[in-house]
Nanobody, 124 residues
Framework: QLQASGGGLAQPGGSLTLSCATA????????IGWFREAPGKEREWISC???????RRDYAESVKGRFTISKDNTKVYLEMDNLRPEDTAHYYC????????????????????WGRGTQVTVSS
């Protein structure tokens, strides 16, 4: 139900935009989060956008001011600017059901659905 794409190779200071494709009804009821996992490191939460039209956005401190999350009817985007080598990782999108509790946050351990990831490599 979730498919991430848009990864690739970028130079330090460059930009990439990731997309997470899903059905339109999913975005009405599920918060969508972006996570990343680098070799030898634990999975890290990056950003989250809440369900429905409100679309509350949250960011990890490591990406605040550089990454922007947004969505349209069927996709959630992660615009990544001013990329750094330490942003190199496999990026995943995941969904958390907010049907009965719109305040349920994104979490590395409590997401309901995970998509297949996309690799981002930042190197000169």
């Amino acid at each position: 139900q979730l498919q991430a794409s848009g990864g690739g190779l970028a130079q330090p200071g460059g930009s990439l935009t990731l997309s997470c494709a899903t059905a339109s009804w999913v975005l009405d009821y599920y918060a969508i989060g972006w996570f990343r996992e680098a070799p030898g490191k634990e999975r890290e939460w990056i950003s989250c956008i809440s369900s429905g039209g409100a679309g509350r956005r949250d960011y990890a401190e490591s990406v605040k001011g550089r990454f922007t999350i947004s969505k349209d009817n069927t996709k959630v985007y992660l615009e990544m600017d001013n990329l750094r080598p330490e942003d190199t990782a496999h990026y995943y999108c995941a969904g958390r059901d907010q049907t009965f509790d719109p305040t349920r946050p994104c979490s590395t351990t409590e997401m309901d659905y995970w998509g297949r990831g996309t690799q981002v490599t930042v190197s000169s």
